[in-house]
């Protein structure tokens, strides 16, 4: 398993993002980078999931990655994943994120409610500049790739949670890069749907390996156990102990080096229930209580 950065390409880059809403200084000087992971022997895509207290900025954030809004200073690189495989210098696969780059999944995967599944699919397929057989095509890769084939003349009301997520981040490969932002996946679900999105996630990203979910989320739980990596937002401390305007990002996990991440059977564990703990004490803290 690869460790070395120097050896790892990067899939998103954040540096030095700051945002104000008027005075309000929402973000300040957000730095950080996501890379490819490599499992031998397996393909393996990556998840990071984005953590902080409520109102910290979270959805802000997730805004500025997707291109929706624009920082006030600093800049978003994504990979070109066409160029990202053969190059190593990041100045010619890394290049400024442009609205509908990245693909968004708002919680509850929304879709066309009155369209089946295919035409929902054509709807991203069209989006991504995709029409007669090339289009076909790339919507029957995605139907048998995700195994939703057999589903694609339903409509969204008779799938399940997670054929429905699915279709969601299908419809978003259709018609933007690899990187997919996942907005509360887990939100108002009881613990089977979480547990069967979490594993729905997990088998996504082992379809590529340039597949890269960037989930934003209070439900730190699920967020551990579907990670190989997560970011830990909040506002820094003064001298004298007050809260700073802006929030960054406070820690970096990697649950890989942590042996946190891959785990089948990782809810069991002494080192994962000791971690989540580590994270619910840093919340007080970071929110300013």
């Known amino acids: 398993m690869i460790h070395n950065k120097e ?5 998103l880059r954040i540096k030095d993002v700051s945002k ?103 709807i991203g397929a069209k989006k991504g500049g995709l029409s007669g057989k090339a289009a076909e095509d790339k919507i029957l890769h995605y139907l048998d790739k995700f195994g939703i084939r057999e589903h694609a003349r339903k409509y969204p009301i008779q799938l399940s949670g997670g054929q429905r997520q699915r279709v969601a981040i299908a419809q978003q490969l259709l018609c933007s890069s690899n990187i997919i932002l996942m907005d509360e996946p887990f939100s108002g679900l009881d613990p089977k749907a979480k547990n069967e999105v979490c594993q729905s996630l997990l088998e996504l990203t082992a379809l590529d390996e340039y597949i890269t979910l960037i989930v934003v989320t209070h439900d730190i739980i699920s967020a551990v156990t579907i990670s190989d990596a997560i970011w830990l937002m909040g506002k820094n401390r003064n001298a004298d102990n007050t809260l700073s305007g802006g929030a960054s990002i406070q820690h970096f996990y990697n649950l890989i080096e942590m042996g946190l991440a891959w785990k089948p059977d990782i809810k069991s564990t002494k080192e994962f229930h000791d971690f989540i703990d580590q994270i619910e004490s840093y919340f007080p803290m970071l929110a300013g209580a």
Do not use: W
């Open 7 to 11: 050896l790892q390409k990067i899939i």
């Open 20 to 122: 104000s809403f008027g005075n309000n200084l929402i973000l300040k000087n957000v730095t950080g980078e996501i890379y490819d992971v490599r499992r031998p022997g397996y393909t393996q895509g990556q998840i990071c999931a984005i953590l902080g207290p409520s109102g910290i900025g979270k959805t802000t954030l997730f805004e500025i990655i997707s291109g929706v809004i624009k920082p006030d200073t600093g800049e978003v690189f994504i990979a070109d994943e066409n160029t990202i495989e053969n190059e190593m210098d990041t100045t010619k696969y890394l290049h400024p994120v442009e609205t509908g780059a990245v693909g968004v999944v708002y919680q509850n995967y929304p879709l066309f409610e009155h369209l089946s599944v295919y035409d929902n699919l054509h």
